[in-house]
């Protein structure tokens, strides 16, 4: 299974919004991996942070992402659109011979 973590930065004063936004954001999302989750930046409250755990399928993942994001509103704040996309995977344990 795969994790990624989504990142971009949310225009000023535009908190509360982009908040409700991004929730339900993730609320839709959420049948695409076992838990998501919402985060900031403890320095930098500007930056948020979209986790996806246990995604079985990233390029599908991405692809309702992608297309929620637009539909719902979020896009109008995020700051020049950039997102950060971060895929990552476990790392086995090696075995002992």
Request: charged residues 15%.
């Amino acid at each position: 299974m795969s994790h990624l973590y989504i990142y971009y930065r949310i225009q000023p004063g535009a908190d509360d919004t982009a908040s409700v936004l991004a929730h339900a954001l993730l609320a839709s999302l959420a049948p695409h991996a076992r838990h998501v989750s919402l985060m900031r930046r403890a320095d930098d409250a500007a930056t948020w942070m979209e986790v996806y755990e246990n995604v079985a399928s990233v390029p599908h993942l991405l692809a309702a992402r992608e297309l929620a994001v637009s539909d719902c509103g979020l896009a109008d704040f995020i700051v020049g659109g950039a997102t950060h996309v971060e895929h990552f995977v476990p790392l086995e344990a090696p075995t002992c011979a």
